[in-house]
Structures are given as C-alpha cells and as structure tokens.
C-alpha cells in the first residue's frame, strides 16, 4: 500500500490509497523536521507496512538551473558538485538534477537542480530506518506538480496556473508540454491578478534564460486548474527530483531489490507447492492402497521362502545322487555309496601294475568339495618312467566321472637305508604322490 506526506511550507497532509480512492489518514502542522518526525510517529499504525514518500515545498528547499557542456554522467557529477560548493561553500546539502527536454539544437545542456541541507533530510531518513518504514523517497513538490500533465486540451498553453489545497503554483512549458521551470505565488484565493503577476515574472525569467520569447497568447493564463489527492499518488517517476542522501538512495534500491527477490522467491514457492500438491495426494493415496497388500506380500515372500528351502534341499540330494550314481557300495544293501571305497575303487582300477603301493590314504575336504588322495610305493621295475605314468593315471580317474585337478609326485629316500653308493639308487625309487580330485558336477536335466 502507498503513503505519501505532503509537506507544504508547513502543512502536512497524510494521504493513503485505497481500493475505493484516496483517503486523508491526517492534516496537521510541521514548520521543522522534527515537528515532521513527530507527527509521522504519532501515525505509525497507518504507515507500518506501506511504501512511503515524502513531497515538501519548504523555505529551505531550493530550485536552480545550471548550464552545462556536453559532458559524460560522471564528469557532469563533478562539475555539479564544484558549482554546488561554490554556491553553498561549507553548508552540507543533499541534491538531485533532472535534465530539461528543450526544443532545438544546442551546444550546452540545461539542468534543474533541487537541492536541501542534510539536516533536514537526515532526521527523516534516519527515523523511516529506524522504524523499519520503507521510504521510497524524498522528493520536491513543486518538482512532482509541474510532471503532471494539464488537463483537458490545453497542451499548447504555455503558462499553465495549478492549484493544490490553497496553494498556487505557476508552471511554463515548451511547445511539447514539457515543464521548464515553475514558481510558487502562495495562496492566491480569488486574486486572478495576483496570479498574472506571478506569471509574468516567470515570463520574463524564462526569456532571459532560455530566449524564450512567449507570445500574448501564451501569456494568457486559462482558468486555474485544481489538482486532486488522486494526482500526487501516482508512482514516482525519473523526473521527479529526489533529494534523499546517495547513500539513502542505495539503500531504497538494494532494499527495493531485495523485496522484489522475496516476493518473487514466494510466488516461486506457493507455485512449486500448487503443482507438487497433487502428486503428494497421489504419493499418499498409492502408498495407503500398497499398505493393505503388505500381509498378501508377506505370506507370499514366506512361501517363497519355504520353496527356495525344499529347492536348496532337493539339490543337496540331487549332488548325493549324481556323486554315487554308478558306484559301488560299501554293502549291498547301502543306498549310498562312500566316496572312499569308490575312490579306492577307481584309484586301484587306473593304477600301473608295475607300480608297487606302501600305502594309500584318501581324506575329504568338505570346505573345497574335493577328495585329496596320497600315495607311497615304488616301482618294480628299476627303468619305469614315473612321470609317464602320471597321464594315463589321470585319464583313468577322468574316464571314470572324476575331475583331478592337481596331481604331483615326488622321490623320497628311505629312512634308514644306508649310505652305500650300490643300495642308494633303490632307496631313491621310492615315490610319494597326491592327487586332489572332485566328482563330477551333476547334469539336472538328467534327473
């Protein structure tokens, strides 16, 4: 919601907008800043929350022009600032330019300055931070009337008489309505000629400064027009002199910034939460309808739990099965056979009969899943390759279901057998041999 404070020589009017137009919050009087201060405390109710701004006319606010060569912003800055010291010397003072639109071509360019002390501006800026009131600004009355543009048809009238409140103000324009300068001829009433005057003094001024010569028609003042509450709530705009310290000005626009991110952050918000509303009642609907099947599931995953276990057990007995099909027993009657006898069997089966055999140990290794055999002798005959031996005794045990996977052998001397070169050749004949082997796996199909 917008507030604005019309701070005339004085008179203070507090004015607000609302959906069904404008209303006067308060009139009362103000002849200083602080008086001002007090008086905007007095309403802080009504102005929490709202955009404020501030038009004064006031005895200390002053309105210039200044000529200028065609100049870049930042050396315009500084030739500004040279000329304001100059005028001013010490004093402090904040100020604002506006640059004229005049018709025609020249060298040089026209600025209307406005310019405040510090002081009185400080006390208001200082107060609005405090308070946590966002004020838009500080800005000249005179500066905002004569933005508004006149009335009915009368855009070629050079001279134009507007009248705020009791107040008149003298506004000249160039060809395109646009204002040049203005002056404040007080509270007229019904005085026209008083009002003639003021409008030919500024006649006068804008001849000499811009070389403006008005004709009679242009003199003549149409009737004085009044301007409404309604007017001076528009928005601020660029020409509208804004006097608040740079450094104020910075923090409006960082603070303007920064509302803008938040609201564009919470319509964000609010339209992210109004497309994902729906999904999340479709999320809580589907997981309310997966709830009821969460028994079925769970006595499906226990059967399937039962089937995966009478399957495990099943394969248990199918490798039993496959590991004996074929095989000896160690009775007649057995239904299963005992792996050593059968690998005794097959071992004795593919044995050289050349070999002669100390002992034979046989040992399973449930870990691995093999069968580990180890073997001593030597052989009968003195010239017998041992190492030939070892590929068809493999294949034997392969042709006959088993998997060998490692076979080594190695000579050994005979403990206590002497030292004689004519005994030590038979001593080192003797072997010792291991051989790991593993069923064959079983083939299910053929079950």
Not at 223 to 250: F, G, V
Not at 437 to 447: I, K
């Amino acid at each position: 919601m917008q507030v604005r404070v019309i701070w005339d020589h004085g008179a203070v009017w507090i004015l607000r907008r609302r959906r069904s137009g404008v209303e006067c919050i308060a009139e009362a009087q103000a002849e200083d800043a602080e008086a001002l201060v007090a008086c905007l405390k007095s309403h802080y109710k009504d102005i929490a929350g709202c955009r404020l701004s501030i038009l004064m006319d006031h005895p200390l606010l002053d309105h210039r022009l200044e000529r200028t060569p065609r100049l870049s912003h930042k050396l315009l800055r500084q030739l500004l600032e040279q000329r304001h010291q100059k005028l001013y010397g010490k004093e402090t003072r904040y100020w604002a330019y506006n640059k004229l639109e005049l018709s025609g071509k020249s060298l040089q360019d026209v600025y209307l300055l406005a310019s405040v002390p510090a002081q009185l501006n400080d006390l208001i800026a200082a107060w609005a931070l405090r308070s946590g009131v966002y004020l838009e600004g500080i800005f000249s009355l005179a500066a905002a009337i004569s933005t508004i543009g006149p009335s009915g048809t009368t855009t070629a009238q050079r001279i134009r008489a507007v009248q705020f409140a009791s107040v008149t103000y003298i506004i000249v324009q160039d060809s395109h309505a646009h204002p040049l300068y203005f002056i404040r001829a007080g509270a007229c009433g019904d005085d026209h000629s008083r009002v003639e005057r003021s409008a030919e003094r500024l006649a006068l001024f804008v001849e000499q400064e811009f070389g403006l010569e008005l004709t009679s028609e242009e003199r003549v003042l149409a009737e004085t027009e009044e301007l409404t509450a309604d007017c001076l709530l528009k928005p601020a705009s660029k020409t509208m002199l804004n006097i608040c310290a740079p450094h104020e000005r910075r923090r409006q626009t960082s603070l303007r910034i920064r509302l803008r991110v938040f609201a564009a952050l919470v319509c964000a918000l609010l339209i992210t939460a109004f497309l994902i509303q729906p999904r999340l009642a479709e999320k809580h609907r589907l997981d309310s309808e997966s709830l009821a099947y969460v028994p079925e599931i769970r006595v499906a995953e226990l059967k399937l739990e039962a089937v995966e276990a009478a399957l495990a057990e099943a394969q248990i007995l199918r490798q039993v099965v496959a590991f004996c099909r074929n095989r000896t027993v160690d009775k007649i009657d057995d239904p299963v056979a005992s792996p050593i006898l059968v690998l005794f069997s097959a071992v004795i089966d593919v044995l050289s009969p050349d070999l002669e055999l100390d002992r034979l140990e046989c040992q399973v290794d449930e870990s691995e899943d093999t069968l580990l055999v180890q073997l001593r002798g030597r052989p009968l005959t003195p010239d017998l390759d041992l190492s030939a031996q070892l590929k068809p005794f493999r294949e034997g045990l392969e042709n006959q279901g088993w998997i060998v996977e490692e076979v080594s052998i190695n000579f050994v001397r005979s403990e206590g057998s002497s030292q004689s070169r004519f005994s030590r050749r038979g001593t080192e004949r003797f072997f010792e041999a291991r051989v790991v082997v593993r069923a064959e796996p079983l083939n299910l199909s053929d079950l």
